[in-house]
């Protein structure tokens, strides 16, 4: 099982060929592809093309969060709709956080008490502070 945990599938830019994309996934042997939410409003985009490509040979997810660019819109009313998303049944993971080197990351608070797991973004940065895994899968 090969899961793409990364990958913007609900950008406009893949509208026109997005099944040809998720039939080439398949072939490859990719069962699911975790699409992160940059904003809340992409981070929506992305919960409704899950919806519709739930039962699919790739199946979408989604990781639900702001952008580190982005941080300057993060609101108390922001974090509360934000964490509504986060309880969505597509939805498998907090996004787009982690320690890249993009001004203004710094201000994203701890996701540590929130129900999904997080998937950290590491664009441009050194590993300093990321967990290091120390053996590989059996
Ligand atoms: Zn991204």
């Known amino acids: 099982m090969l899961i793409d945990t990364h990958a913007h599938l609900h950008h406009t830019r893949f509208a026109d060929d997005l099944d040809a994309t998720l039939a080439r996934a398949t072939e490859r042997g990719v069962t699911a592809v975790i699409m992160p939410g ?13 919806e519709r ?4 040979p790739c199946a979408l997810y989604v990781a639900v969060g702001i952008h580190p660019t982005e941080a300057d ?16 049944p597509r939805v498998v993971a907090i996004g787009e956080i982690g320690p890249a080197q993009i001004r203004h990351s710094s201000a994203l608070p701890s996701k540590r008490s929130w129900r999904s797991p997080p998937s950290y973004r590491c664009r441009s940065s050194s590993t300093t502070g990321m967990p290091t895994p120390t053996s590989s899968p059996s």
């Open 38 to 50: 940059s904003t809340l409003e992409d981070s929506r985009a992305a919960i409704a093309l899950a």
């Open 73 to 88: 819109s993060l609101t108390p009313a922001t974090l509360a709709e934000l964490r509504e998303l986060a309880a969505h």
């Open 53 to 56: 490509y739930a039962d699919t």
